[in-house]
């Protein structure tokens, strides 16, 4: 088996093929263009068992990603921190694209049980409109940051809830204060006040607008207490089709829930994973704070980890881990629904 690690750029891509061993057999760049794709699959035909594995860059890695799996070649995603310690056991020092693609590559065959890439158009779409509205959510806040520096210097005493300027109501009683001032920060501040109420419309269409595509795709995963549509919308467009692992534990790895074992001795003792997709992570953690808000099985199940010696942190680790499981168990459960064979199965 040949492995084609793929170092992507904007502009070029740079291909190195490597045997089992992780021993360089060739190298190509060509561009990022369909026709260096093309170039790149003609070049990896010359070996007949062959994977490609691709750091997984998102919008850079995206377009040849689709193209190899629209032509049966199958694609592995290496997560970037995997890359790290390739580079550094590395015999050849310094950092290039045949470097970096080279270090791609032999992450993929280190470590055997790296997602598979696959053609999800619905996920895709889902992810793009996530990631739109926190786009819009952190320049909202932005701008949210400076109107309220220019209130505060307009008038000192003039002070809004945290959370006051997301409402409209509140939005007009500022803008109403504002008008009173004839000063260049006064009309400054207006103009900030229309841009907050028109992120303010935008933002909220986004979150209709997905909370109506994921309640149907995702409906057991909605069933989780804590977990909302915005949270359920950022689990399966990060996820990224969750037939993808082979087991609940795979899946935990990949989201950054898998405990990492520190013990030695007669000390046995596990930590958080900094590691694995961090938004996945998050996502996880928001539904965790929610448990322990409201959730009794939750809330008893920390104060037994606590009761046995485990730290906040460590208790807090062990929920994030049950609740992996069941968001896999959950979005398998999502997935089977939405083939033929599931829908057939639950309308028998």
Known sequence: MVTLGVDTHKRSHTLVAVDEGGRQLGQLTVAATAEGHLAALRWAARWRERRWALEDCRSLSRHLEADLLRVGEAALRVPPKLMTESRKSARTPGKSDPIDALAVARAAIREPDLPVAFLDPAG???????????????????????????????????????????????????????????????????????????????????ERQIAERVSPAAANLLGIYGCGALTAAKLVAETAGVHRFRSRAKY??????????????????????????RQLNAALHRIAVSHLRGHEPSIAYVAKRRALGDTKREA????????????????LLDHSLATPQGLASAAA
């Open 124 to 206: 895709r779409e889902l992810r793009l409109l996530v990631d739109h509205r926190e786009d819009l959510v952190k320049e909202r806040t932005k701008v949210q940051n400076r109107l309220r520096w220019h209130l505060h210097e307009l008038d000192p005493s003039f002070w809004v809830k945290p959370a006051g300027l997301n409402r409209q109501h509140v939005l007009k009683a500022v803008e109403a204060r504002l008008t009173c001032e004839s000063s260049t920060l006064a009309s400054i501040a207006l103009e900030l006040v229309a841009r907050v109420r028109e992120l303010n419309v935008r933002v909220g269409q986004l």
């Open 252 to 277: 935990a790895r990949h989201n950054g829930s898998a405990p990492i074992p520190v013990w030695s001795g007669n000390s046995t003792r596990h930590r958080l994973n900094p590691s694995g997709n």
């Open 316 to 331: 807090m680790r062990a929920l994030k881990r049950r609740l992996s499981d069941d968001v896999y168990r959950r979005m």
